[in-house]
């Protein structure tokens, strides 16, 4: 993600003084960016990247909303707390973790995969919505082929065992795999296990499920389950443009 400080400002901002504390600063040789030594007052940091030493102590500082992507690692609770399991929270570094930060929606304690965190509310409950309908894409492992119109099922909507009747479903990708059946399905809705009951209701067991997109966003190949960075600009962008789409602009 690219944003770009003033480094005067940021220190200031980020509660080690004032501006003209940070030039005294800067004329002492106390300030280093990423091991070099700075004494411009307007050099420019980039806050998600660079690393900033005052006197030999890092500063942390993130103005402003924070928005993860996170590759969700197996046995981790989507939660901000709970009284029995390791969260998701559990696998954010000491310096980033803000009281405010929460996961966007929910990923069930075995499935891996895509997971936004963020402090932004308004965020979250727009790509949460029932009302807008985000995309959310899966990979699935099945533990047998299923039939081909008991598939076609899930492809129309169908009715699962409580009653509930679940939406269209997109599906690509289907193939016999050594670990089992796999494809990739994808839905609009955030019922509770709900990609496990879609195909419960046609009789075939998710042996393993792992998110790879939500709106126009994929997950990073290369996080490493547990692993997670900063959404960059055109990410944030490109899920702004799905969501105002499917909020007609509102």
Excluded: C
Excluded at 60 to 89: I, Q, W
Excluded at 124 to 143: F, I, M, N, Q
């Amino acid at each position: 993600m690219t944003e770009r400080w003033r480094i005067d400002k940021w220190l200031a901002a980020a509660g080690v003084g004032s501006r003209k504390d940070v030039k005294k600063l800067l004329r002492k040789k106390e300030i280093q960016v990423n091991g070099s030594l700075i004494a411009d007052a307007a050099a420019k940091i980039n806050i998600h990247e660079d690393t900033v030493t005052v006197g030999g102590e890092t500063v942390h500082y993130h103005p402003g909303p924070v928005y993860f992507m996170m590759n969700k690692r197996e046995g981790r609770v989507s939660a901000t707390t709970d009284d029995r399991d390791a969260t998701v929270l559990d696998d954010i570094d000491a310096a980033d973790k803000k009281n405010e930060l929460f996961p966007v929606g929910r990923l069930d304690k075995d499935t891996t995969g895509l997971l936004f965190l963020t402090t932004d509310g308004t965020w979250a409950h727009r790509l949460t919505s029932p009302r807008l309908g985000v995309e959310k894409e899966y990979e699935v492992w099945l533990d047998a082929e299923p039939y081909h119109e008991d598939l076609q099922k899930v492809r129309e909507g169908l009715q699962l065992k409580d009653g509930t009747e679940t939406k269209p479903t997109k599906m690509s990708g289907i193939e016999q795999a050594e670990d089992g059946y796999r494809l990739n399905v994808t839905i609009t809705e955030g019922k509770y296990h709900h990609v496990k009951r879609l195909f419960g209701a046609i009789g075939r067991r998710v042996t393993a499920l792992k998110r790879v997109r939500m709106s126009d966003v994929r997950l990073d190949n290369d996080l490493e389950a547990g692993e997670y960075r900063p959404l960059t600009a055109e990410e944030l962008e490109a899920i702004s443009r799905d969501v105002e789409q499917k909020s007609g602009g509102s």
